[in-house]
């Protein structure tokens, strides 16, 4: 995947995040329907690992933590601009920060003529109420480790739980 086609994507995914917050479309409000846990987690980022073209990604992490802060992560230059800023409405709302490991391919529209971008690595911001996918994002590697949100739960393919990573 090109710079280019890294950058598109991911200001296109953090501009329909910012836009959704904004205009409160999706996400729920914190604390007003259970969280979902592994399971529900697990459920999403695997729908749209399939989207995107891989139905076995290899590896599938995620860690909980508040909107603003898993913005900080996934889009550090973000705060710059106050049309994506993290700290604007439901900045402290719970999300999991989703991440997978497969072969992925955007399912999303992008330049005319342009090939839709591919990665090794599919992230996902899901409001943690109500399992709303907020963003997507698509590289070959993580922005920054997981871990910095918060405990990182590993999902384990084929063993229906969950093993816990400490960082």
Known sequence: MTRASRGWIRAAAIAAAAAGACLGAGPAEAGTEPVLGARGVEAIARRVAAQWGDAR???IRYASG??????????????SNPSVSPAG???QSEVDLVAAWGRFT???PGPRGAPAPKGTVLELL???HSGFVEMRSLGNRLPAPLSKLGRVDDLHRGCGGTARRGG
């Open 66 to 79: 508040t909107r603003e802060d898993a913005m900080k992560l996934l889009a550090p230059s973000s705060g």
């Open 89 to 91: 409405p439901g900045a």
């Open 57 to 59: 990604p290899r590896d």
């Open 126 to 128: 899901v409001d943690a």
């Open 106 to 108: 955007a399912d999303v």
